[in-house]
């Protein structure tokens, strides 16, 4: 111990350190908590508590972290999500759509999405590039992010903006894992799954949509499979429908996956039969993630429907 | 719940000062460790802490046996295949189905083998050493069996339970019979290496990660050679810096709790070849590896050629003990030859390098061997190798202000490296002749930087998954 240190001092330095601290990250772990736990901060203490952190990111050059309200859509309006959504008898699940035909020409495809992307996209990718040197890919795949906390990470501006920067022909979203929660709006948390959740969070879907297809951008979208965990499983049962339908309503694209690596409506298996018969793991611990031979799985499906798009 | 999370800070700044408080109340302090080790692996998911508890009670219950029956081979058979037994069930078992699939498909057969749908808990590698350390500690001494809420609290002691470093049993009673826990040891070196360890791990480790290691190790065929190299190098610094900043980390921590726990690390990087290197990184493991499996096989006294098996043997295991992965068991036996290869260079009596050769070559050797460490597959990682040298892209193409930071970063890293310690001393000393509102006030500038520095949301460390 320091001289003039005592466990007393200690414990009320370490408490001071830590509350100045909070008090200047205050907004980033409003942010944080928000993706994390689903706790606003903003709920429970006023606003004049944010303010320095909120200086602090302007001079820091970040986002202060305001409430991002959903841009309105630039192109035609698509029919409205329906609902209740239909639910699926055990077995089913929602097929493939394959409508969009490629450009002629190389393409320049963007892979967006959350972890599960991140190891899907360099497997599509590497067998893409092996087939056509000439097509341009990026993968801006990143962990932890959707659609719902869009404080966190917000797709469809990303997206948007790679739109206009890179003239894409293709997008491919893959996610979702992080989507089956409370969405927080400017003035209300709206629950999980109930009808004004679902709209919003189609308009979100819609927002990605109507930006690609207006500026002649294909997209697919890849469904979720089954997941292990039953708070993502009821989350899938949301989520792919929704996927679907506007798809559906947007004339683009939509992947089922779940006969390769788990149908959604039965129960998880983190086993799949090969060709030869024999049990392969596709699923990580996790039971969210793939091994490599899930990967394999949904990159053969995903480079297929590809190909097949490209095909005169 | 990571140890460089907002939630696990704050917790903190709830805990250690209840912790301290109870300082005069052993039995509750210890109650409120336990408890507290109990609840932080129920973060991670809470099927996991009964099976903790489940765990720890049976190595408490066959520490009771082994301690009745010192002579007997019984007791020790089970107690070693039960404790093993977890480890090779949760981690290895669908790896050694996989590979005998393998074996039969190329015999022709197609056997159908069960599969075992089980999730690994968190940190079982460290764990099942860590109970066999106590294991063979009540074999060679009965009398120092312990009871049961000493074992559980041994065995979830939160500092070491996720990622080690491996605490030796011994070494944990002796401290908690000599009644030093309870109280924060050397404060200042404490809150020194926690910040120096989330710096590590939250601004430098994350930043090698985002821009060299995780892009071209996903995706090598994008890149030139010289940039393959720099992710090679990146990864390199990356390892070290993540695991040892998370080594700091829990350093730290336990020494806030009263607790001592073993060094880890001793500037690996300036090895001068590897038998050496092996003395300086990961040191718990390779202590560990050395005094329980090594040394009994015979060690070096059975002659050079059954000591160079005994190595091979030991490095290999050491890779399997990562992960059911084929790149793990090539890491280890590349080290594993390396060192077999420094044997007889000795034997031979070759002439002694230049400090900066040897260090140099050995640091290459390392690098290379983190290849296949890092890859998804061994033909992955050959591949990469192989593209350094031939590839589509221009070998020089690289961008240039990432490499520009990074040979800065390795500079200074490596530089720093010569005057770790002394550097600690010198801080150390100065934290401890200013007043507590100067510490106070520094403790929150260096949290402030490596918060202003490091990742948005929480990353993950690499040994987690072992």
New interface residues.
Partial sequence: ?????T?R??????????L???A??LD??DT??D??WQWRLQAVLPEVAFAPSRQLGLW?GRDAGSTLEDSSQDGPAPPPLRLPLQALPAGEFWPTIAVQKALPGPQSILFAGDSMM?GVA?FV??EL?QAHPDWQMT?LSK??TGLTARR?FDWPHTIAQAIEAQQLTWVVIFLGPNDPRDMFLPDKRVSFATPQWLENYAARVDEILAHAVQRQVRVIWVGLPAMRDDRLQRGVAVLNPVFHDRAQAFGTDYLAIEPLIGVASLPFQ??QRDA????V?VRT???THFT?AGLHKITQALVQHIEKANSP | MSFVSPEFAWLCLLFFPLYWALAAHPRAQRALLLLSGYALYASWDWIFAPLLLAYSLGIGVLGVWLARQPHQRLPWCVALTLSMGCLAYFKYAEFLRISLLAVFNGLGFHPALPVWDVVAPVGISFLTFQAITYLVMVARQPSSVRPLPQVLLFLCFWPTLFAGPILRAERFFAQLDAGTPGRPREAMVALYIIVLGAAQKLVFATWLADTWVDPVFKSPEQYGGLSLLAAMVGYTLQIMLDFGGYTLIVTGLALLLGFELPVNFRQPYLARNLQDFWTRWHVSLSSFIRDYIYIPMGGNRLGFARTQANVLFGMVLSGVWHGPNWTFVVWGLLHGLGVVAVNLYKRAQGPVMPTWFSQTLTLLFVALAWVFFRAESVQAACSMLYSVVSNEHAFWQVKPWPMLMLLILVTVFLSLSHHACALQTRVVTWLQASPAWAVGAVLSLCIFGVVALGPSGVPGFIYYRF
């Fill in positions: 111990m320091a001289r003039t240190l466990v001092q200690l414990g009320w330095m370490l408490i001071a350190a830590g100045i601290n909070t200047l990250w980033s772990l944080y908590l993706a994390r820091l991140q360099p990718m590497r590039r993968d962990q932890s966190y983190k086993y030869t018969g024999q049990s793991s611990e996790d039971g490599p």
